[in-house]
């Protein structure tokens, strides 16, 4: 994996690392934690969604019909991002970590389908795994 691959991609989780635990310790304030928690991970699943958007504009061995279904899963991030803000902690927790989880789901058949870096997959992984538990840590911090 490219040096700055690596370095942005983990730099990315650097708010979920510190707004996550920010809501279990603080109490007080953990409401404005976790919704400063989900609204950056609706933007970061807005932006994974995006991928596919740009895999399928540019990815020369997608067949058509991979090309269209990869067009209409990228907006199907950003929905249920906008979504997870209609609703309680918990329930935006569960939309955001489902649609992180789809999408990795997603990936796996693009990667099947096309020619991705050997990288990307086991990025996407842990990137969706680290996601994943900050959001569910500041779901439990806000049903406090």
Do not use: E, K, N
């Not at 691959?5 to 510190?18: E, K």
């Not at 635990?21 to 609204?39: G, R, Y």
């Not at 958007?53 to 899963?73: E, K, Y």
């Amino acid at each position: 994996m490219p040096r700055s691959v690596a370095l942005l991609a983990y730099g990315g989780l650097l708010p979920f690392l510190v707004l996550a635990p920010a809501s279990l310790v603080d109490p007080q304030h953990a409401s404005l934690w976790s919704d400063a928690l989900f609204a950056y991970g609706a933007v970061i699943l807005t932006f994974v969604g995006a991928l596919h958007w740009g895999f399928a504009m540019t990815l020369p061995d997608l067949s058509a019909s991979r090309r269209t279904r990869c067009f209409a899963w990228s907006v199907v991030p950003a929905l249920l991002a906008w979504s997870a803000f209609l609703f309680s902690p918990i329930l935006a927790s569960v939309l955001l970590v489902t649609g992180f989880l789809t999408h990795y789901w997603q990936d796996r058949f693009l990667v099947a389908a096309s020619h991705l870096p050997a990288w990307y997959l086991p990025l996407r992984f842990r990137l969706t795994t680290v996601a994943c538990i900050c959001l569910t840590a500041g779901a439990s911090a806000a049903a406090w």
